[in-house]
């Protein structure tokens, strides 16, 4: 392991508990020293800008390269031949979401307000997973003077995956409403846990950030699947807001798409044998719609 708590040299778990259990501690260890690192811009400049900047901000996360090693800031530590760009793990550490999260676990809690709590989690998760994102110097009219201001310059796509993604998209289209919105049909085969697409409708996406909207990143079948899928239609710059993560689907995931950006709200423990979370919040998708 890093002095940063990164896994350095790890293999795939392949379903060893030794190497689940190593993973898990990496992961968790570098959440919580891993501190003050800086996240590079992932956001795009519209061609009428005159000028963008993306203001880097400190956060709390576990950065890895795809094949386990550490990706080190400038300067802070032995550089490497970079095969591929690292992976970053956004672990959201806000009081407010530690509250909505607890909400949501609790099984007690109905639809009707298991929903509202949704969408009010994943404004949180959408502010932090679009922190970076470029900006572009304006002017304007107070009711007293002229003034300059900062405007969003990037452009986002939404994509939930469904149906359970369907539940964080409002909170997307309320911070920016103008934003095209694509889905992706994924089913999970129950004996193989597999995903198969059944369902692809997306706008334009070169040049734009996609927010792909998947409340329960388990094995990271789902969001690996969706991922090709984006890529294959153009996607450059991915970020996935899930609600609760496993360390073996951020592991799926970090294997196979190792440029995408991962905003949780939570890393949980580990899957059981039906490749639910653990602790996790049962079905989203069920607790969402009553079903």
């Given at each position: 392991?890093a002095?940063d708590?990164s896994?350095?040299g790890?293999?795939?778990?392949?379903?060893?508990p030794?190497?689940?259990?190593?993973?898990r501690?990496?992961?968790?260890?570098?959440?919580?020293?891993?501190?003050?690192t800086?996240?590079?811009?992932?956001?795009?400049?519209?061609?009428?800008?005159?000028e963008?900047?993306?203001?880097?901000?400190?956060?709390?996360m576990?950065?890895?390269?795809?094949?386990?090693?550490?990706?080190?800031?400038?300067?802070?530590?032995?550089?490497?031949e970079?095969?591929?760009p690292?992976?970053?793990?956004?672990v959201?550490?806000?009081p407010?979401?530690?509250?909505?999260?607890?909400a949501?676990?609790d099984?007690s809690?109905?639809?009707?307000?298991?929903?509202?709590?949704?969408k009010?989690?994943a404004?949180?998760l959408?502010?932090e997973?679009?922190r970076?994102?470029?900006?572009?110097t304006v002017?304007v009219?107070?009711?007293?003077k002229?003034?300059?201001?900062?405007?969003i310059?990037?452009?986002?796509v939404?994509?939930p995956?469904?149906r359970?993604?369907l539940?964080?998209?409002e909170a997307?289209?309320e911070?920016?409403p103008?934003?095209?919105?694509?889905?992706?049909?994924?089913?999970?085969?129950?004996?193989?846990?597999?995903p198969?697409?059944?369902?692809?409708?997306?706008?334009?996406?070169?040049g734009?950030l996609?927010?792909?909207l998947?409340?329960?990143?388990a094995?990271?079948?789902?969001?690996?699947?969706?991922?090709?899928?984006?890529f294959q239609?153009?996607?450059?710059?991915?970020?996935?807001?899930?609600?609760?993560?496993?360390?073996?689907?951020?592991?799926?995931?970090?294997d196979a798409?190792p440029?995408?950006e991962?905003?949780?709200?939570?890393?949980d423990?580990g899957?059981?044998?039906?490749a639910y979370?653990?602790?996790g919040?049962?079905?989203?998708?069920?607790r969402?719609?009553?079903?």
């Open positions: 392991m002095d708590g896994i350095v790890a293999k795939g778990t392949n379903g060893d030794r190497d689940l259990a190593e993973l501690v990496g992961l968790r260890a570098g959440l919580e020293r891993a501190t003050a800086t996240v590079e811009p992932v956001g795009c400049a519209t061609r009428d800008a005159p963008t900047t993306a203001t880097p901000t400190p956060h709390r576990c950065s890895i390269l795809g094949d386990g090693t550490t990706s080190h800031p400038k300067g802070a530590g032995p550089t490497r970079e095969r591929r690292p992976v970053a793990l956004h959201v550490d806000h407010l979401a530690h509250s909505l999260l607890t949501l676990r099984r809690t109905p639809p009707p307000l298991f929903r509202v709590l949704s009010r989690l404004l949180v959408c502010i997973a679009t970076s994102a470029a900006t572009e002017e009219e107070t009711p007293i002229s003034t300059t201001g900062r405007r310059a990037s452009t986002f939404a994509v995956i469904l359970a993604g539940g964080m998209l997307v289209t911070l920016f103008e934003v095209p919105v694509g889905y992706i049909g994924l089913e999970r085969d129950h004996a193989t846990f597999e198969s697409l059944y369902y692809s409708k997306l706008p334009p996406l070169q734009r996609v927010l792909l998947d409340p329960m990143l094995t990271g079948g789902s969001a690996t699947a969706a991922c090709a899928a984006l239609a153009g996607a450059r710059n991915v970020s996935l807001v899930s609600v609760v993560s496993a360390p073996e689907g951020v592991r799926h995931l970090t798409h440029s995408v991962i905003y949780t709200a939570a890393l423990e899957l059981n044998e039906h979370i653990v602790p919040l049962g079905d989203f998708g069920d969402l719609f009553g079903t």
